[in-house]
């Protein structure tokens, strides 16, 4: 899905974490359908080239639990001393929110949150919870759009005309403009095309 940086930005994640932060949006055999990372690159690169996440402490309470925690309260040992590492790039204090996908087991969302200066508050860290849910509330698929509605849009994608998504439906033109102009509307979009997109971004065609 895609979702630039001004979407992320108006959720002010980094007001908080200001040494950066990672979130990933319903995560199935680590690979989420959306994710942002304003972590330091040299980390990241080195993260990524050292193979760290399956030693990263952090990463294993992530996908071991739902909930809210410091760094510093996890009870996993560090024994690769992946956070003393983190720490030489600025990112010596952080926060992790994780949640269960509310309809697909298996399913589930987190954030990664740090800062260079000191830890977390309580405070903070239910604020971070907060907007995590608004933004995930925002890239959740509408659940009002209907099989109609989506079979529509996906014609449209295949590249075929009004009359011709009519004919294959065998109902009406002014229906199917009915039924793109109501998808439009539940997908938040301003154009057939736009909808279409953002379809697709949901996964729905």
């Known amino acids: 899905m895609a979702t630039g940086d001004s979407t992320i930005a108006d959720y002010a994640f980094s007001e908080l974490a200001n040494a950066g932060f990672y979130i990933a949006y319903r995560v199935e055999f680590l690979l989420p359908e959306f994710e942002y990372n304003s972590l330091p690159r040299p980390w990241v690169h080195k993260y990524t080239q050292q193979g760290l996440m399956m030693l990263d402490p952090v990463m294993r309470w992530i996908y071991g639990n739902s909930g809210r925690i410091r760094w510093s309260e996890i009870d996993i040992a560090d024994t690769s001393g992946v956070l003393k590492r983190a720490a030489e790039y600025g990112l010596a204090y952080g926060a992790a929110i994780a949640l269960k996908d509310k309809t697909e087991t298996g ?40 099989e109609a509605e989506i079979e529509a849009l996906g014609l449209v994608k295949n590249g075929l005309l009004i009359k011709e998504v009519a004919f294959e439906l065998g109902i009406s033109e002014g229906a199917v403009k009915q039924r793109l102009r109501s998808a439009k509307d539940k997908l938040g979009a301003r154009t057939t095309p736009h909808a279409v997109s953002v379809a697709s971004g949901y996964g729905l065609i």
Request: net charge negative.
């Open 107 to 146: 399913l589930r969302s987190f954030g990664n949150f740090a800062r260079s200066d000191r830890e977390f508050t309580s405070d903070e860290i239910n604020d971070l919870a907060r907007r995590l849910e608004l933004l995930f509330g925002d890239l959740a698929a509408p659940v009002d759009i209907t």
